[in-house]
């Protein structure tokens, strides 16, 4: 998916012109940096401490900048600077557009924006492009190809887990511009979190490196502080942590706005001294696009785990046996089992065909209140009475203390799931739906009467729980032949998730203002946080956890970054809010993308389901039957 990058009004992104760009002396370059950077003892210090990093090769120098130049960047920004709200499956930011465009603006804007300007031509400058070249040891950085942004993030805003190599990217940089009055404090959230990885071989027997679910080192925000890392890829994995809603016994005076510039540093352009021939092409070769396509796939976490609806042990213990395969009547037996789990209203006749034709109609469905209520009752008390435990930090933790393992790769999805125990006594109402329910005839042949579905071959189910400030899975496409059946049970009694409806007299005068704010972008100057407050106000989309099917692209030439990525306002197929008891089922064609919502800290509750892909075969017309049809017509 294209992403919308903009700057409003006159900082229109423009092809930057050659004759513009500006070379400084090193002595101008190094008067823009604070005193003492480019000492020999400095310049040693941060190599030494750049080498002895970890999880993996990264510096940070604060401060950088001559302390007055950055506030008058911050100031023009703040004043001069617009920016759009936007979020995909990967992030939530307000963005500017490409500062390394400046040199395209005309004389009119370009004079509203000198001292950032300044900096950007500082950062690129000869000087410290060497400096940086000799700190990392990364080999020599591109003046020519300049790459930088502002983003800002205020509350609920975040990135997820990725590794930025994409072309031709040598070294990433955050230049952090956070309010100088008031210092940033860690338990805002906004760090920059490096992920560790393992060595593991492929399918071939070559070394790949898997990330961790479980980041290892937290570098907070600070005014006038520059973090940097050697793009590397399968290894330079990170994510931006969300920035918090402030609990109610926090200060809500001080403003969470979390500024920086942010870009990367290119290898040298055809021109330039290092550069090398093809190396940009052997690099792309490698992008973190093509280690997502299989390398390490192996070793994701969950594997799938399809099981045949042939076998005699998925019957529901003889329960759910149907006596008479997709008949569209139900026996006693089959009610009666069936009753124990379902709503009653969901196994009359007249239902299943409202249903029936809805689904055939739009390839999906949604139903409210799916569960009996005696049933749905346990459900609850038990998902409450686990939210009330605390979990354990690391994934090798809740996996030993708790019974759920986390997936992984972070870069792909993080979450807590749970497959069948295969136990015939389940332990709790959850295993019950995944051991007894799920896996019977009778609800196999339930499923095949409302979707209209030939045959049901195989399922694949899980549980899941979303925790809150940590879950979520990226978009990523069904490959498949041939469709399938996808159905979520959503178990989350928490509240809030859905933004909740005005009073009736006020929506007709605000019907404009009530619009889903997910597919209606923003444009204004440095965003304020919204005036909450505390968390439990925070509601609707802003708090995640909300389930996307979604197009797939067919554009041929895709820049690479944002083929990784969905924008979720464009080609929305169906879509459905974190909630209690609701069931939806989607026939998913190959090539179509979903995701699950990153869900923000501010949520009152994390976000619980069952999942089951469930295997599908159609029966292939009669072309006699076709022809005959045809003739009537005729």
Known sequence: MKRKTDM???????????????????????????????????????????????????????????????RSVREEIETQVSFT??????????????????????DSSLSKLPSVLKLRDAMYSARFREYLSSVTGSGKLSGQKTDMAINVYTEGCHLLCHDDVIGSRRLSYILYLTDPETPWQAEWGGALRLFPTTTEKDAKGEDVKIPSPDYSLSIPPAFNQLSFFTVQPGESFHDVE?????REDEDKSKKRVRMAISGWFHIPQEGEDGYEEGLEEKLAERSSLAQLQGRGDIYDLPQPQPVSWEEPEVEGKGKGKVEEQNDGEFSASELGFLVQYIAPTYLTPDIAEEMSDAFSAESSLSLESFLHDKFASRVRAYIEDQERQALPASADEIQKQR?????????????LYQHASGKEEPENPLQELLNVLFPSQAFRKWLGIITGVDH???????????????????????????????????????TGWEKQEEEEEDEDENESENENPESKPSSAKVPEPKDKANADEVEGPALGGYEIYMAGDDEEEEDEEDAENADQDDGILFSTQAGWNRLSIVLRDSGTLKFVKYVSAAAK????????????????????????????ED
């Open 8 to 70: 409003r009004g006159s900082l229109d992104g423009n092809a930057m012109p050659e004759s513009k760009k500006r070379a400084l002396s090193s002595e101008e370059a190094a008067s823009r940096f604070r005193d003492g950077l480019f000492d020999t003892a400095e310049q040693q210090k941060y190599t030494s401490e750049y080498a002895n990093s970890s999880p993996y090769l990264h510096g940070v120098i604060h401060p950088l900048i001559e302390p007055s130049l950055l």
């Open 85 to 106: 709200e936007k979020e995909t499956d990967i992030y939530k930011i307000f963005q500017s557009g490409d500062l390394a465009n400046l040199d395209g603006l005309d």
């Open 242 to 246: 969300e920035v918090y809603h402030p």
């Open 403 to 415: 019974g759920w393992t986390v997936a992984r790769p972070p870069h792909k999805h993080r979450y």
């Open 456 to 494: 049901l071959t195989s399922h694949d189910l899980m549980a899941r729980r979303f925790r809150r400030g940590a879950d979520y899975t990226l978009a990523s496409a069904y490959e498949g032949e041939e469709p399938r059946l996808e159905f979520t049970l959503c178990l989350t009694p928490s």
């Open 605 to 632: 509750g994390d976000r619980w389901d069952i999942t089951g892909d469930i295997g599908v075969e159609f029966e292939e017309e009669d072309d006699d039957d076709e022809d005959e049809e045809d003739e009537d």
